[in-house]
């Protein structure tokens, strides 16, 4: 699946390749310079689209963010 911007992104709960996380990881802070608790804002994250995609473990996830304000997380 590709974005507005012609880049590849993960399918919802599809396993990524190898190394796809980490080459992901490399975009945003390292764990070593991260705060305690990392605080984000989910507008940002979503770019203002009101949908982001997230990985765990190689796993990505959906957040999208509702009329209400309201999130959801979906694997």
Same mark, same amino acid.
């Not at 993960?10 to 490399?26: H, Q, S």
């Not at 608790?37 to 190689?58: E, K, N, Q, S, W």
């Not at 209400?68 to 694997?75: Q, R």
């Given at each position: =699946?590709?974005? &507005? *911007?012609?880049?590849?992104?993960?399918?919802?709960?599809?396993?990524?390749? &190898?190394?796809? /996380?980490? /080459?992901?990881?490399?975009?945003? =802070?390292?764990?070593?310079?991260?705060?305690?608790?990392?605080?984000?804002?989910?507008? /940002?994250?979503?770019?203002?689209?009101?949908?982001?995609?997230?990985?765990? &473990?190689?796993? /990505?996830?959906?957040?999208?963010?509702?009329r *209400?304000?309201?999130?959801?997380?979906?694997?």
């Open positions: =699946m590709r974005d &507005d *911007n012609g880049q590849t992104r993960p399918r919802l709960g599809l396993r990524m390749p &190898d190394g796809a /996380a980490d /080459a992901t990881l490399g975009r945003h =802070m390292q764990p070593d310079t991260c705060p305690k608790v990392p605080r984000h804002d989910a507008r /940002a994250l979503t770019c203002g689209a009101g949908l982001a995609h997230i990985l765990l &473990d190689d796993v /990505a996830y959906t957040l999208r963010i509702t *209400n304000g309201k999130l959801i997380l979906t694997k």
